[in-house]
């Protein structure tokens, strides 16, 4: 089965590029299941439930987020009745959401979604995901033919450790959050497909999706400025892994970046 995983979607110009350019990158490359990162979604800063039914309407299969989920607060309200849209699973137990989500792929393959968070300079510091990936293998993937992996963390030293940590237990462990593409995309020696970051879905004519004139007077003048979404061209961003769904384990994986005007 070919797995379309999509980075961070950031603010109006991300969703219209997912909006026109997905269907067509689905078709051109077999895509069976689609998981999209949606923290920025809702002006760069989390996601509210228009924007959620926005995503409804495309063909994805489940949506994966990390430290901006609750910035649009009524996120906590529905949360709970949208299991396809995931917060980090190390959140505590009693927070709402899960970062687990396990459905039915092409052909019955059953397909386990886990969203987790890192901690190293991330805010607030959760529990250890190394710990907590470990417990969901054991308790809860058992059912689930592939499982993917999204390790929203800012430093690539963490995000490669959850890598080797992981290869040859699930399929793919891709890294999200830090909003620029990395070319270290391969397949890990135990089956693995493996990248420390998929990038950003949205305009790279800012700095990581903000305005740059707005960031730049932050860094260069230390003046306070208002963070708005850049405008202008945008582009998608993520990877398209082929995987043995009888092993449950990747024989490729393909960076790709879709322009859109």
Request: aromatic residues 6%; hydrophobic residues 40%; proline residues 5%.
């Given at each position: 089965?070919?797995?379309?995983?999509?980075?961070?979607?950031?603010?109006?110009?991300?969703?219209?590029?997912?909006?026109?350019?997905?269907?067509?990158?689905?078709?051109?490359?077999?895509?069976?299941?689609?998981?999209?990162?949606?923290?920025?979604?809702?002006?760069?800063?989390?996601?509210?439930?228009?924007?959620?039914?926005?995503?409804?309407?495309?063909p994805i299969d489940a949506m994966t987020s990390g430290n901006h989920i609750w910035d649009k607060r009524e996120a906590l309200d529905f949360i709970d009745g949208n299991p396809d849209?995931?917060?980090?699973?190390?959140?505590?137990?009693?927070?709402?959401?899960?970062?687990?989500?396990?459905?039915?792929?092409?052909?019955?393959?059953?397909?386990?979604?886990?969203?987790?968070?890192?901690?190293?300079?991330?805010?607030?510091?959760?529990?250890?995901?190394?710990?907590?990936?470990?417990?969901?293998?054991?308790?809860?993937?058992?059912?689930?033919?592939?499982?993917?992996?999204?390790?929203?963390?800012?430093?690539?030293?963490?995000?490669?450790?959850?890598?080797?940590?992981?290869?040859?237990?699930?399929?793919?462990?891709?890294?999200?959050?830090?909003?620029?593409?990395?070319?270290?995309?391969?397949?890990?020696?135990?089956?693995?497909?493996?990248?420390?970051?998929?990038?950003?879905?949205?305009?790279?004519?800012?700095?990581?999706?903000?305005?740059?004139?707005?960031?730049?007077?932050?860094?260069?003048?230390?003046?306070?400025?208002?963070?708005?979404?850049?405008?202008?061209?945008?582009?998608?961003?993520?990877?398209?892994?082929?995987?043995?769904?009888?092993?449950?384990?990747?024989?490729?994986?393909q960076r790709i970046r879709v322009e859109a005007e």
């Amino acid at each position: 089965m070919n797995v379309l995983m999509v980075g961070d979607v950031y603010a109006r110009p991300g969703r219209r590029v997912l909006r026109e350019t997905l269907g067509e990158i689905q078709s051109r490359h077999g895509i069976d299941f689609t998981v999209v990162n949606v923290e920025n979604a809702a002006g760069g800063f989390g996601i509210t439930e228009k924007v959620l039914e926005e995503f409804h309407a495309l063909p994805i299969d489940a949506m994966t987020s990390g430290n901006h989920i609750w910035d649009k607060r009524e996120a906590l309200d529905f949360i709970d009745g949208n299991p396809d849209l995931l917060r980090p699973h190390n959140y505590p137990a009693d927070t709402p959401g899960s970062g687990w989500y396990a459905c039915d792929g092409p052909g019955g393959v059953r397909v386990g979604v886990l969203n987790l968070m890192g901690q190293i300079f991330m805010n607030p510091t959760l529990d250890s995901p190394f710990d907590l990936v470990d417990e969901v293998l054991e308790n809860e993937a058992g059912g689930v033919d592939v499982l993917l992996v999204d390790f929203h963390a800012e430093t690539t030293s963490e995000k490669v450790a959850m890598g080797w940590h992981l290869d040859g237990r699930v399929a793919a462990v891709v890294g999200t959050h830090t909003h620029i593409p990395t070319a270290d995309e391969r397949i890990l020696p135990g089956g693995t497909a493996y990248i420390t970051d998929l990038g950003m879905t949205g305009c790279y004519d800012s700095v990581i999706g903000s305005d740059r004139n707005a960031v730049l007077k932050r860094m260069v003048h230390k003046l306070h400025a208002r963070l708005d979404p850049a405008t202008g061209d945008a582009s998608l961003c993520g990877v398209i892994v082929e995987v043995d769904e009888s092993t449950g384990l990747s024989r490729n994986i393909q960076r790709i970046r879709v322009e859109a005007e």
